[in-house]
């Protein structure tokens, strides 16, 4: 099965996807990871997206539509995609389609997960992560059982995003609204598109989510 999370920043989406990926052995497929690893490895993509990055804009069609592409032809997508933070625009929508076709691999769901703007803000601008396994805080939502230690794998190195400040979110934001959210209505009519309440607990979202993928 192969499925697109919907959302804003800070939705949850990527948790969501790390939790499909334990429970039901998918794959996520972040293009925001992706975009990072290229930022840090030095690569001629990752220069190109770095400044964008940061300033909380989106990175161009071609440079993305390629990076996907290119990891579509991994083997490991035969386990099931989860798509995080992909498409964003309707070109890379219609992409998706043409990528999705020539490799013979079908789109079964596409979840919107529904939450409010405000409290995207706080959510992202609180969020960490373990600097080894990836596991996710929040200064004030989940911190870890003990102080600097990650309660999943014991590291003690933990790395926060620099494009996750206040004022990059809301850049994050106006680009959502204004290039991604009207891919709901690109979905919608082809019978794709499911919605579930973001702002819920996490399990509950999990709860609702697979309720999506499973009806
Ligand atoms: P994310 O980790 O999904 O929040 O993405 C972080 C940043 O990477 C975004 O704010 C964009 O600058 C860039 N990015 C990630 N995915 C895409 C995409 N599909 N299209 C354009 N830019 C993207």
Same mark, same amino acid.
């Given at each position: ?18 939790? /499909? ?7 996520? /497929? ?19 997206? $770095? ?20 990891? /579509? %032809? ?9 798509? =995080? ?5 309707? $070109? ?8 999705? #076709? ?11 997960? $529904? ?21 996710? @805080?929040? %200064? ?10 990650? =309660?999943?794998?014991? #590291? ?6 620099? =494009? ?11 680009? @959502? ?7 709901? #209505?690109? @979905?919608?009519?082809?019978? $794709? ?23």
């Amino acid at each position: 099965m192969n499925i697109i999370l919907l959302g804003p920043p800070g939705a949850g989406k990527g948790t969501q996807a790390r939790i /499909l990926e334990t429970e039901r052995g998918m794959v996520q /497929l972040s293009t925001g990871d992706m975009l990072r690893a290229a930022v840090a490895s030095g690569s001629d993509i990752g220069k190109q997206a $770095k400044a964008v990055m940061e300033q909380g804009q989106l990175v161009s069609d071609e440079l993305v539509i390629g990076v996907v592409s290119e990891r /579509l %032809d991994q083997p490991d997508v035969a386990k099931g995609a989860i798509f =995080d933070g992909f498409p964003r625009t309707a $070109k890379q929508a219609e992409a998706l389609d043409a990528l999705l #076709s020539q490799k013979s691999l079908a789109l079964d769901a596409v979840v919107e997960m $529904k939450v409010d703007d405000e409290e995207m803000v706080d959510r992202v601008s609180g969020r960490y992560a373990c600097g080894k396994c990836g596991e996710g @805080y929040h %200064d004030r939502n989940k911190i870890p059982k003990v102080a600097g230690v990650c =309660d999943a794998c014991g #590291s003690t190195e933990f790395k926060r995003r620099p =494009d996750d400040n206040a004022e990059t979110v809301r850049s994050r934001l106006v680009a @959502y609204h204004e290039q991604t959210a009207p891919l709901l #209505s690109y @979905y919608g009519p082809r019978g $794709k598109l499911k919605s579930i309440d973001g702002m819920a607990a996490i399990d509950e979202v999990t709860r609702q989510l697979k309720a999506a993928l499973d009806g």
